[in-house]
């Protein structure tokens, strides 16, 4: 069976292969590197930025514009 993960701005429940693994450290957005809390974001909810940046925000108990963040991110992944 696949391992089945929560997309934190939906709440949708997806194939991993399905998401991206993102971890706040020091108040900055990143990939995950795998040490440390991380979450979830489906591929459907990251080509729309403003609407996770709510979801961002909660998860990283910070009320940055994480949108700069995660753009930064997508470049350097595709
Ligand atoms: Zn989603």
Redesign the pocket.
Known sequence: MKPIRM??????K?EQNL?TRLQCKDKKLLKFDGNGRSFY??????KDTNK?SKALKRACKNNKKYEIDLKEILVNVR
Not at 41 to 46: A, H, S
């Open positions: 997309c934190i701005s939906c709440r949708g997806f998401l974001i489906c591929n459907t909810c990251l996770i």
